[in-house]
Nanobody
Framework: QVQLVESGGGLVQAGGSLRLSCEAS????????MGWFRQAPGKERDFVGR????????YYADSGKGRFTITKDSARNTVYLQIDSLKPEDTAKYYC?????????????????WGQGTQVTVSS
């Protein structure tokens, strides 16, 4: 089992930045892919980006390229999502997820474990 706990969300003005954290525990994650998703009220949960725990290779959804950065700290078993130049449309609950297998489509069902999410609200 893998437990994921997100933190770092909050209320921020448009143009600001936030760094979300996802602390993982339960087992060695060296072969896992860690992903970030977000879900706005009344909308589906969308893929934001992912990082390979082993190689550090990242991949981002088109909507996040240039403003979203995913990094990891292996010593802390923590993955981060840096969001810059925040916009009101970034308002959503952000979820961390872990996948033990290969990711092909960046879909929710490819990820085995999920955190409870952290709320990000961007005011205009």
């Amino acid at each position: 089992q893998v437990q994921l706990v997100e933190s770092g969300g909050g209320l921020v003005q448009a143009g600001g930045s936030l760094r979300l954290s996802c602390e993982a525990s339960g087992r060695t994650l060296s072969s896992y892919t860690m992903g970030w998703f977000r879900q706005a009220p009344g909308k589906e949960r969308d893929f934001v980006g992912r990082i390979s725990w082993l190689s550090g290779t990242t991949y981002y959804a088109d909507s996040g390229k240039g403003r979203f950065t995913i990094t990891k700290d292996s010593a802390r078993n923590t993955v981060y999502l840096q969001i810059d130049s925040l916009k009101p449309e970034d308002t959503a609950k952000y979820y961390c997820a872990a996948a033990s297998g290969r990711i092909f489509f960046n879909r929710q069902y490819e990820f085995n474990y999920w955190g409870q999410g952290t709320q990000v609200t961007v005011s205009s």
